[in-house]
């Protein structure tokens, strides 16, 4: 059984398929990558997987049990937490209470004592602890987006959907980024990382699923992908692979 | 670091301030000739601190624009006028103030049900639009069902009135604190924020909205009881006044919504520049004065009186710090 798996996922915009027939599964402990050019309908699979939107046919499942129907709160409490590849934090709130929510309001198994613990820990463990008390609103859109990454793991998801997390980052600050998603894998959360950076991708990811107008056209190890003929083409051949770093 | 003695000091504000004003509010009807003048003024004082409270505990942490205020309290007036007629009272007060609260409590929840799901403007028109609907069901059900057009209520005495006013308005106080303190008060703050992120954050969006704007909905609807025996006659025109959905928010918005005591203090001021103007020359500029300062606050005072008077505080330690450090 996988960890998180989808049969047949589809949704429409009016007359356009934005995820069409997709099936795709994720392991417990991985790092998959989901790539492909813009509009191909990798944030939309999120949503349809965080039940922002509802798959019209198509049915997810987490550990086993169907989850498309549900309520996203409870997706989140199940153990599927997310970011936003624009990013939502809670502007006029500090760092910490962005990071509180998620501990508060998370997976509900554990005893509800003092949360500060565990939020001062998370906000250590993406490099905030200088800047916890400030609000969200005035914080850098890289240090906004690691607030996403805190709040989220704040909820103790088994799985973590990363869209666009390292766009737009500086050579150094996508570094630090990519050692952040190793040390998330070895917290044991497994990892689905939309990506346009190939450093990162091939670097990170133990395999790749890669989107085309909706549709899933390829699927593999990154070596695998990055000898795909398929995926060069509509994909990796568009963009200069070489010199996309930002 | 938590038992310093800061926290404590700070704990003593938080509870000695309100209590010295408490024991002030029970002893207002005891100031000799002042005090019958005193205690209806102190009166309206209450009925508009609880509304603005009320109002400000729901949208000013979720940003729903919520227009519904008179509804809820002119269903509290009907409670009073089935349950405390003039010609026999069914119930004790205190449970005609529990099922004007309750039925508030029920209808704001079926309503929330329904229309938090609205953004913006169109959750403010339908609000509005509510008050609207229950005057015109109200009037419909007494003129052409019952053949009547207002039912009178018994008179309750300056001093009951008063003090059940105090009792809601402690209640009202201790429920707006501790929705703030709690989880919850920072759920609905997430939630005003980015309500998106909020419910992929965990947090049971609909269901906080739903529960915080019925129960302010309940406090509303208490309020409306207690008026109720004071006005005596009860018609769908003075229960279901769209006044009383825009006074108090905008007295709420005046004093700023960030702190607890922002809505009570525009509530004060604003309830007293009524008083002055209505029963002067100035009667009908009333409105006109209270919305050129309400455009000033929004445009000069974002956060409102207590945003200014933090400000300023903040202002004036600060120049105390950087004297004590330089000296
Ligand atoms: N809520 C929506 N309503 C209408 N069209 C949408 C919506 N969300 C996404 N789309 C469309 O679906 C397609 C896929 O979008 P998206 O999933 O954001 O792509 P990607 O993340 O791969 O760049 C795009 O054509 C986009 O315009
Ligand atoms: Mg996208």
Redesign the pocket.
């Known amino acids: 059984m996988h960890l998180l798996e989808g049969k047949g996922v589809t949704i429409h915009?009016?007359g356009?398929a934005?995820v069409s027939d997709v099936d795709f599964y994720v392991d417990k402990g991985e790092v998959v990558g989901l790539i492909?050019p813009?509009?191909?309908?990798?944030?939309?699979?999120f949503n349809l997987i965080s039940a922002a939107l509802q798959p019209k046919p198509g049915e997810i499942f987490f550990k086993g049990k169907k989850i498309s129907g549900m309520a996203p709160f409870k997706i989140c409490r199940l153990g599927i937490a997310r970011t936003f590849?624009t990013v939502k934090v809670f502007s006029n709130l500090p760092v910490i209470d962005n990071v509180r929510i998620g501990a508060l309001f998370g997976a509900q198994k554990r005893l509800k004592g003092n949360v500060n613990p565990e939020v001062n820990e998370l906000i250590k463990f993406v490099g905030l602890t200088e800047v916890a008390n400030t609000p969200a609103r005035d914080l850098t859109l890289a240090y906004q987006k690691r607030i996403e990454v805190a709040r989220a793991l704040a909820t103790k998801p088994e799985v973590l959907l990363l869209d666009e997390m390292m766009a737009g980052l500086n050579p150094t600050e996508l570094t630090e980024s990519m050692e952040l998603v190793k040390k998330i894998q070895q917290r044991g959360v497994t990892v689905v990382m939309?990506e346009h950076v190939m450093r990162a991708i091939m670097g990170i990811c133990d395999r790749i699923i890669v989107?085309d107008y909706?549709k899933k056209i390829a699927e593999g190890t990154p070596k695998e992908i990055a000898g795909s003929k398929t995926v060069i083409e509509v994909y990796l051949g568009v963009t200069n692979v070489g010199s996309k770093k930002a | 670091m938590n038992l310093s003695n800061i926290s404590w000091r700070k704990l003593g504000l938080n509870a000695g301030v309100p209590l010295v004003i408490l024991i002030a509010l029970i002893f207002v009807p005891f100031y000799g000739s002042w005090a019958d003048y005193g205690i209806t003024l102190f009166s309206l004082f209450l009925v508009y601190i609880i509304l603005a409270v009320a109002w400000a505990m729901f949208t000013g942490s979720t940003g729903y624009l919520s227009l519904a205020t008179a509804a809820f309290y002119g269903i509290g007036f009907y409670a009073a006028a089935l349950l405390y007629p003039a010609e026999g009272a069914l119930v004790p007060l205190f449970v005609v103030v529990l099922v004007g609260a309750a039925v508030s409590f029920v209808l704001a929840f079926i309503v929330g049900a329904i229309t938090l799901r609205l953004k913006g403007i169109y959750f403010a028109m339908f609000t509005l639009g509510l008050v609207l609907l229950m005057y015109q069901v109200v009037n419909y059900w007494l003129i052409s069902v019952l053949g009547i057009r207002g039912i009178v209520v018994a008179l309750e005495s300056n001093e009951v009135i008063y003090y059940y006013l105090v009792g809601i308005l402690v209640v009202s106080i201790l429920v707006a604190y501790f929705i703030k303190r709690s989880k919850w008060g920072l759920a609905l703050r997430s939630i005003g924020d980015n309500e998106e992120a909020a419910a992929h954050t965990g947090v049971n969006v609909t269901m906080i909205k739903i529960l915080v704007f019925a129960i302010s909905a309940a406090l509303m609807g208490a309020v409306g009881v207690i008026v109720a025996t004071k006005t005596t006659y009860v018609d769908a025109n003075t229960a279901f006044n769209p006044m009383i959905s825009f006074s108090p928010a905008l007295m709420a918005i005046f004093g700023g919504m960030g702190n607890l005591y922002g809505p009570a203090i525009g509530a004060t001021i604003f309830t007293y520049i009524q008083e002055i103007l209505q029963t002067g020359s100035l009667k009908n500029y009333y409105m006109l004065i209270f919305g050129l300062i309400l455009i000033a606050t929004i445009l000069y005072l974002p956060s409102g009186m207590m945003g200014l008077i933090q400000n300023l505080w903040n202002r004036i330690k600060g120049a105390r710090r950087r004297a004590l450090t330089r000296g």
């Open positions: 915009f009016g356009l934005a492909g813009n509009g191909a309908g990798k944030t939309t699979l590849q939309i989107l909706g």
